[in-house]
C-alpha cells in the first residue's frame, strides 16, 4: 500500500479504491483486553471507545458470572454430600432464618446488577446521543443491501470485488476521529445494522427512524485506510447472508477527495427538500415564521410543539414523518380547524428524509448544515443508484 502512494500514481484515490480490505483482524488491536481467555473470546478488540467501553462491560458480566456460578456450584455439591440422607440419623432441622445472611444475599447481587444497569445504560447513550458537530450519514437498509447518503447527497460509488454480490461489496468511506450520527430507515422488512468491530447492532424499520452514533477511530501514523465489516443481524430473507458492506475509514482530507470524486452533480437533501416544499408545501406552511394556514416551518425541528389538548411533543425525525403521513394524529395547537393533506403514498421516506434536511437549515436547533460544502453544489439531477433503488411509499 505504501508503495503505491510513493509512486505518485495518476489518479491520487487510487489506494481508497483498492478492492483490498485492511481488516481490523489482520491488526493486533486487543492491547486493552488483557488476558489470553479474553483474546480468545474476541480475537481483536473493539475499534471504538464505545467498543472498547463494552468489551469490558461484557468480561466484567463473564467473570462475574464465572466466580458466582463456580462459588454457588461448589456450595451447593459440598452440602448435598455433607448433609446426604444416611440411614439412622435424623435431619437436622433447618434455621427459619438468618437475617444477616439474608440482608448480604440480597445487597450483594442487587449492588451487581445496578453497577451493571449503569454502565450498560451509560454504553446506550453513547451510541443514541450524537455530539452536536457529527457528520450525519442518512442508511437506508432494503432487500438485500445498504444505501448510505452523505450530506451533500453523494453516494457511493466504490466497491470491493470480493463476496459473492455480482457487483462487488460496497465501500463507505468515514473519516478518521470523527463523530458520526447514521439516521437510519428500512424500505421493506426490519434489518439490522451490524458493525462487529463496533461491537453495535442497530434494528432499522420501515415508516420510522433509528439512530446510532459513533467516533471514528484514528489511524496509526502512515496507515492508509482500515476497513470494518458491515452486516445485517436480522434475518430478512433469501439473501439476507448477503446483506453486507464496508466501512473504510480514511484520514479527513481523503474523505474530502473522495466526497468530491463521489458528487457526480447530485442533489443535496437540503436542494431537494427545498424543492419538494415549494411543490408540496409552500401554500400552508411558510419558512420565515409568517403565519398561514399550518404551523411555520422556522424553528420547528428540535423543538417542543404544544399539541392540541395540552401535552407537547419533541418535533424530530419521526414526529415530522408522522405527520406528514398522518397529519391527524398529533394537531398543533391552535391549528385545530385545518385539514393538512395526508401524504402517505404521496411523499416516500427518501423524500421526507430530504424535507427534514431542509427544515433543519431553518431551525436554529438543527445541527451543522448539511451539504454546506463548495463542492456539494451541483446541479439538479439524479445519480445512478437514486434512480436503480425502488423506495416504498
Ligand atoms: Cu437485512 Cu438481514
Redesign the pocket.
Known sequence: MMQEVAAAAPDPLAAIKNPDLALVQDSPSAEHLGGLVEKIFFRTGGQTSAAVHTDGLFLLILWFSVFFFILLMGLMVYWVIKYRRRPGVPAEPSASHNGPLEILWTVVPSSAMILMFVFGFEGYMQRVVAPADAIQLDVT?F??DWKIRYPGGEQTTYRTSLGTKVDGVKIFVIPEDTPIKLVMTSND?I??FWVPDFRTKMDLYPNRYSTYTFRTEKLAPGELYRDHWIF??????DS?SE?YGVFRVVPRSVYDDVLADWNAGSMTPVQMGEMLFRSNCISCHSTDGSPNLGPTWKNLYGYERPLSGGKTVLADENYILESIWFPTKQISAGYEGQAMTNFSGILDQDQITAIIAYMKTLSDKGGPLEGDSPDAQGDAGTNEETTQDSTGG
Open positions: 437498509g432487500k438485500w422488512v434489518h439490522s445485517c443481524a436480522e434475518y430478512c430473507g439476507h446483506m
